[in-house]
């Protein structure tokens, strides 16, 4: 569940492009000097698709030692994991990633990325790169991401 809060959490950055409802407000129940409440947290290492892990595999068996030291020094910590204009279904793919961090190292905090792009098409009208709808302000690649956000 925590998992799923934090995932939400982040996938939630990708509303900020929605117009503001007002200034922002400090939260009066954290203090600036509070601790991080993920300072202590283990965060999700990806074995699987890292890049800096495959460099690592490659290099070791092509008997670069050196680089494959370095590289395994990379490749031991977390990074994030890109959603949204390159997956065909955004909502799939985070549950499916959340679901394989809880299964690899139950309890670890996933980092996600939400790519929420909006850019000219090449005849000029505004669309979606993530979205499944076209809206002349964007405005409807930003639902789309709330949607999605509220769902997963």
């Not at 799923?4 to 922002?24: E, F, K, Q, S, Y």
Request: glycine share 8%; charged share 20%.
């Amino acid at each position: 569940m925590k998992l799923r809060l934090v995932a939400v959490a982040l996938l939630l950055a990708c509303l900020g492009a929605a117009p503001a409802a007002g200034p922002a407000v400090a939260n009066p129940n954290v203090g600036a000097n509070d601790p991080s409440p993920i300072a202590k947290a283990k965060l999700y290492v990806d074995l699987v698709d890292q890049p800096s892990l495959k460099a690592f595999v490659k290099a070791f068996y092509e008997g670069r030692t050196e680089d494959a030291k370095n590289l395994r020094k990379i490749a031991r910590h977390s990074i994030f994991r890109w959603i949204g204009k390159t997956d065909e279904n955004p909502q799939r793919a985070a549950s499916k990633f959340l679901a394989r961090v809880q299964r690899e190292q139950p309890g670890a905090v996933a980092g996600i990325t939400v790519l929420n792009h909006v850019a000219k098409s090449a005849r000029g009208a505004t669309t979606p790169a993530v979205g499944a709808r076209t809206a002349a302000t964007g405005a409807g690649s930003t639902a789309s991401c709330g949607e999605w956000a509220a769902r997963v």
